[in-house]
């Protein structure tokens, strides 16, 4: 079943990202014509791996992030240190923290030049197992490049929103020589056209759900623990509902899944304890352990960072 499950979302991956590049590609062909398009998409191309190769340290300074040290934070270093071993990085990813109370984790970077973000809110609600799950799902979107090929598809939308625009100034100069009957250019290019950053964005948010799904199902193969992730997405959710959450949870859970960028919690836990073999996580369901005590080596035992 989970082999099942990885092979139908890296199928949907590429899919997704095929296409966003086949709706800029067409559109582009439409207006610009095909070489042309083809420059703007590769050179687009060429600038996210750029991006990605150069240095991410700058921009999470800009935004208030501080590198960890290695020696004070002993116990996370040697938790990602493991970690990227495990999934054959090339790099051990650097560890950065945001002075945030949400919980919250990211990956920046590339595998040349990884970098793995933290927030302070998460360190502090999270338990070890949990933290553990929440670093390889960041570590599992290194690994298969998902950075890459997010970068690729935002170009290629890049490109579909630009081309909408002209749509847009078009179908609106239209409007009056349609009225008078005259047919200057075809309607349902310029509604394409017109509708073409909607289509784009449900591929971005298909995507980015298939990655959410394959990071999940690696996260888990790295640390052997699917219940130690699926215990942190249950309990990062219940961090992020608002007070009056329960009065509209029911509305809430009906929305369409494929309006949202991440996949369904429950879903997420559902497969998480397939691969376990449990039955998924309670709500009530709490911490064992927290990381309490500021730098000190421990293992499987609470540290608060305190800088």
Known sequence: MNTQHRNLNTLLKYGYLLGAFGLAAWLGSMWLGWTLTSWILGIGALITLYSLRRNPAKILRWQGAVKLDPYYHADLYQMVKNLAHRAELSRVPDVYLMKSRSANAFAVGSEENPVVGVSQGLLQA??????????????????NNDLYVKGLAASFGNLTHTLSWIGKILLFLSVPLFLLGMNPIPLWPLLLLALSPTLNLLLQLGLSRSMEYLADLDAAVLTGDPMGLASALQRIERMSRPWWWGQWQ?????????LRSHPNTRTRIERLAEMQGQKPVSDRAQPTTRWRQPHVVVTRRPIVWEL
């Open 126 to 143: 999270l338990d070890y197992r949990e933290i553990e799950g929440v670093l390889a799902h960041e570590i599992s979107h290194i690994k």
């Open 250 to 258: 029911p509305m809430a859970s009906q929305s369409a899944d494929w």
